[in-house]
């Protein structure tokens, strides 16, 4: 693509249609293109019938609709799909698809890498390299959607996103919320606020601020239920301690009143699986409304972590729902092609060092320390 077409993937339909009011167009004219682009997936300006020949000839002259470019399609045995997408010569991400009887879901990359360093997480041993900008975000679903055949308000394969991918959305605030706001538009991909799902490592500030913006699910990556563990695992805890995200949890809560807040708990062997976690994560479950969903883990290459055994899962899940907690264990998708949850890894130009270390570390015959 010529550097100076503007990628019309950024836009969500506000932007959209302030781009087209300084071509001297109608607003309605960038509804139309919004309606070419994401119903029925075209990119080709000459192929909107709908638009004057004088409006598709400016757009092929100043304008792009440009997805990622899609490196490798893998397919699971299970029906989970997974796609590497090239975002520059250097960087690719990662996008999977998991279907469902009932739903199809996505799971969507924020950032190239992660800034975060969260011990379990496989994404987080490439280091970091860049937020991805708006188009490359909702791009990752425009090419799911085109592989999988959905068509908004009619053929739904994908039913549901959530931003669980690579990287920590909130550090990428603006470009994931407008993302997500294609994803909710009508003329985007029509879903209810209700099935874009947005999960944060906990940056206190942030979750409030999405409050104040968006209307989606929250999710909250706790997976320790005492400060002194959460800190070893998410190193983020040192920042925004348990407390402090609860009560950004419950303002959050309370702005969206029909909403609950899941707070996800990946189940690490002899490290957080004990009876007396439970019983520790069931104080903190009564301050708010929510519920847990219990991760199994998914080891890679280099971990110094193993996945708890399905006894000591199911024990730790019958403690909580005994006292009331909404619990949930989620199935283990697409770990055969590395699609699992926390083990998604792209190809990042690292500006850490944390990638180098970690290699270093297995040449070593060292596991991964937090």
Known sequence: MNSARVNLLGFDRNGLREYFAQLGEKPFRADQVMKWIYHQRVTDFTRMTDLGRGLRDKLLEVAAVTPPTTLLDQHSSDGTRKWLLGTDSRNA???VYIPEPTRGTLCVSSQVGCGLNCSFCSTATQGFNRNLDASEIIGQVWV?????????????RITNVVMMGMGE???NFDN???AMDVMRDDLGFGLASKRVTLSTAGLVPMIDRLGEVSDVSLAVSLHAPNDELRTELVPLNRKYPIAELLDACARYAARKPRSSITFEYTMMDGVNDHPDHARQLIKLMRRLPGKVNLIPFN????????RSKPEVIAAFQTILMQAGVMTMVRRTR?????????QLK???LDRT???????KRIEEGVTHAA
């Open 93 to 95: 991400i990662e996008a």
């Open 144 to 156: 799911a959607a085109a592989a999988l055949g959905n068509v908004p308000h009619q053929q739904r």
């Open 299 to 306: 080891p890679f290459p280099g971990t110094r972590y193993a």
């Open 176 to 178: 994931v919320v407008r």
């Open 334 to 342: 697409g770990d055969d092609i590395d699609a699992a949850c926390g």
């Open 353 to 359: 060092r944390r990638a180098a270390e970690f290699r």
């Open 169 to 171: 959305p909130l550090l």
């Open 346 to 348: 792209g190809q990042v």
